[in-house]
């Protein structure tokens, strides 16, 4: 009847996108709940770059390979173009990654 069935957290298996390591400041809601609002990274010429007008548009807590990450899709405006990234929450590791959508 499925009882017990199902109970362990579904894995996403291997995550297979291109990611790099960022700062990122966040928000931590009345109800602990932790929203990204600034990211900075750094490009492959070393400079630094700020992204502040992060919107949220889909958080979720996924495991992949076992590792528990909270895995957030966002978009941002610059300079009249629209960007889309997700960003990864390491909960074990308290490391945040960026991965670019369709770049």
Request: proline fraction near 3%; hydrophobic fraction near 30%; charged fraction near 25%.
């Amino acid at each position: 009847m499925g009882i017990g069935t199902n109970t362990q957290n579904p894995d996403e298996g291997e995550l297979k996108r291109d990611l790099e390591k960022i700062a990122c400041g966040v928000w931590f809601t009345s109800t602990g709940s932790v929203m990204p609002k600034l990211v900075k990274y750094q490009d492959e010429e070393g400079l630094l770059h700020t992204i502040s007008q992060i919107h949220v548009l889909t958080q979720e807590k996924k495991y992949y390979c076992g590792i528990p990450i909270q895995e957030y899709r966002c978009s941002t405006v610059l300079e009249n173009q629209e960007y889309l990234f997700r960003l990864y929450y390491y909960l074990e590791e308290n490391c945040w990654k960026i991965s670019w959508e369709g770049i």
